[in-house]
């Protein structure tokens, strides 16, 4: 059974602040999704990562996949209160199906 | 729009009752999958077809728990003699071809409550 652990489990920081989530597994991912879920909707993905080292670039949203692909992470800069929300990251074992973290609860102050 | 949608959105059974809990996916949409997420969990996988082919089934909780795509379009997910362990967020997503790296569009989910 695949795990996919996410922390920190809820993190609450002032707007302007800088933060980083991770998302972790004993197995070695095919490909890795981040997504943004918001209270009512489904998850919004963010980006995909497939190459092991890979860094992508949102806007203030950095990513990076681990060399050995077995975990990311998630950096955001200058915090915003509109990047509120639930943050999941979910991989691809190479078995048709997306196995989701446990997720990582964002809320920005203003 | 041309999202994904599910009805209904929110649906409480007393338990024992069945439910019927349905998605329309984005048009042209090859493969469908359906997802249970507890209350402040991560979405996990309970089924997934590529067009009316059901191909795994492996996360249906127990044989309560059926889903059938029979025109490789709609879907419906059922649940017959609900229990209140059954409460949770359903999630359907839809992608144009397989998963992987292939995009998911998930719509807003049906909040089961069973009491």
């Known amino acids: 059974t695949q795990l996919l652990e996410q922390s920190p489990q809820f993190l609450s920081i002032q707007e302007g602040e800088n933060l980083t989530v991770y998302c972790n597994s004993s197995s070695v991912f095919s490909s890795l999704q981040w997504y943004r879920q918001e209270p009512g909707e489904g998850p919004v993905l963010l980006v995909t990562?497939?190459?092991?080292?890979e860094v992508k670039k949102l806007k203030r949203l950095t990513f990076q996949f681990g060399d050995a692909r077995k975990d990311s992470s998630l950096h955001i800069t200058a915090a915003q209160p509109g990047d509120t929300g639930l943050y999941l990251c979910?991989?691809?074992?190479?078995?048709?199906?997306?196995?989701f973290g446990t997720g990582t609860r964002l809320t920005i102050i203003p | 729009g041309a999202g994904v949608s599910q009805s209904p959105r929110y649906k409480v059974a007393k338990r024992g009752q069945d439910v019927a809990l349905r998605c329309d996916p984005i048009?042209?949409?090859?493969?469908l999958f359906w997802y249970q997420q507890a209350l402040g969990q991560g979405p996990e996988f309970l089924t997934y077809?590529?067009?009316?082919?059901?191909?795994?089934k492996s996360g249906l909780p127990s044989d309560r728990f059926f889903a059938e795509r029979p025109e490789g379009s709609v879907s419906t997910l059922k649940i017959q003699r609900t229990q209140q362990e059954d409460s949770a967020v359903y999630l359907c997503?839809?992608?144009?071809?397989?998963?992987?790296?292939?995009?998911?569009?998930f719509g807003p989910g049906t909040r089961l409550t069973v009491l």
């Open positions: 990562v497939v190459t092991g080292g």
């Open positions: 077809f590529q067009n009316e082919a059901q191909l795994d």
């Open positions: 979910a991989g691809d074992f190479g078995n048709e199906k997306l196995t």
């Open positions: 048009s042209g949409h090859v493969s």
């Open positions: 997503a839809s992608s144009l071809f397989s998963v992987g790296t292939d995009t998911q569009y």
